[in-house]
């Protein structure tokens, strides 16, 4: 069978802990290039995936014209038809354009940029190039997302409420916020942008599974640890094409409310989504209320993500989880959440 050479572009904690075991196993991927921009982090992500295939990218120190090291020069590789990103937002669409502009397949990571202006730019600029673009949100992948669009999309109910709950507390020992681009961004909604995204990710996938999506929302934000700001924390309403409405609350900043629950609710059942189980509650013929109770793993779904990566760039449509079109949507919401709460509530339509 004929393999994919990849390249990693990107050596930090979600490039070396997720995307480097998802890329050894595809089967229909070879990696051939890791790139980081310094030789330090190239070479120490290098030495952590034990191929002989791979060779380090970087662009400093400068490397000499005969070692031919740097971004530019791994894009010119022929036998690299894809790339997987796992850079800063800041800088992720810029490079997404170099390897569209030279042909290659590209996997980026969620948000699909820093902001609704910055995303449609990048969707007019792909389809000047015949390539595939996925964007990763890997929370559509996890087994227990999976499974709760399994029940819904194989029922008859219809919708009646929802609600998102995730809460926790990034503390100053958390790896994720001692990333400098991180603790310091230059982009809105701080952690909401980087984070809070996957769980509007899910809601919207699962109402999907519905026929419904999100039109309108109104949001309060707050920021209750100040190390995070601009925000760490909204409290938001949402209602869907069909008027039913839920709630939507997710925040980095709380320290004694730990919690992770997503429900939906339609008049026949409601199913409960936590990250190891998801709960059916139904009745019978007799009106006796049962639970059903279905554990699943715990898994990142980055492996299963970068299979059917692989699969469309083999010629196959593209998973609707990974696309640009859904990740936009996401962006969408999570913007429109973000300037509600700059303006007191006020009601913001989803609607282009």
């Known amino acids: 069978t004929m393999t994919i050479g990849v ?25 051939k290039a890791i790139y980081s921009r310094s030789q330090t982090s190239a ?7 034990h191929l002989d295939t791979t060779e380090a990218y970087f ?69 000047q190039y015949p390539v595939k673009w996925a964007v990763g949100e890997n929370f559509r992948f996890w087994p227990a997302v999976v499974k709760a669009f399994e029940i ?30 991180r603790a310091k961004p230059g982009y809105q909604g701080g952690f909401l942008l980087d984070g809070g995204i996957h769980f509007i990710a899910i809601l919207r996938y ?31 309403v949402a209602q869907t094409s069909q008027g039913r409405s839920g709630s939507l609350d997710v925040s980095f900043g709380m320290a004694f409310n730990d919690c992770f629950e997503i429900v939906v609710v339609t008049d026949a059942y409601s ?23 279905q554990k699943v793993e715990m898994s990142f779904g980055v492996v299963d993500e970068m299979a059917a990566f692989s699969d469309a760039i083999l010629g196959g449509e593209m998973d609707v989880r990974m696309s640009p079109e859904e990740a936009l949507g996401d962006l969408r919401m999570l913007e429109a959440m973000l300037r509600s709460g700059e303006n007191k509530g006020v009601i913001k339509s989803l609607q282009n």
């Open 59 to 127: 662009d400093t120190p400068s490397p000499t014209v005969a070692e031919q090291r740097n971004l530019t020069a791994l894009l010119q590789r022929p036998d690299i038809q894809a790339v997987i990103l796992s850079l800063p937002i800041l800088v992720q669409p810029e490079v997404i354009r170099k390897a569209m502009a030279a042909g290659k397949h590209v996997l980026s990571e969620k948000p699909i940029a820093k902001d609704l202006e910055t995303a449609q730019q990048l969707t007019t600029f792909h389809k």
């Open 271 to 293: 199913v409960t989504v936590r990250p190891t189980e998801v709960i059916t509650k139904s009745q019978n013929d007799k009106g006796e209320k049962t639970d059903s109770v």
């Open 7 to 31: 390249a990693l572009l990107g050596a930090g904690i979600f490039a070396l802990e997720h995307h480097l075991p998802a890329i050894k196993a595809c089967p229909n991927f070879t990696l």
């Open 152 to 181: 819904l999309k194989g029922s008859s109910g219809e919708l009646v409420t929802f609600s998102v709950k995730f809460s926790t507390l990034v503390d100053d020992t958390d790896k994720y916020f001692q990333t400098e681009w």
């Open 43 to 49: 070479e120490a992500a290098l030495a952590k995936c």
């Open 206 to 236: 699962l109402l999907s599974a519905l026929g419904q999506e999100i039109t309108t929302v109104s949001a309060f934000t707050d920021l209750l640890q100040k190390r995070l700001k601009p925000v760490d924390t909204v409290h938001a």
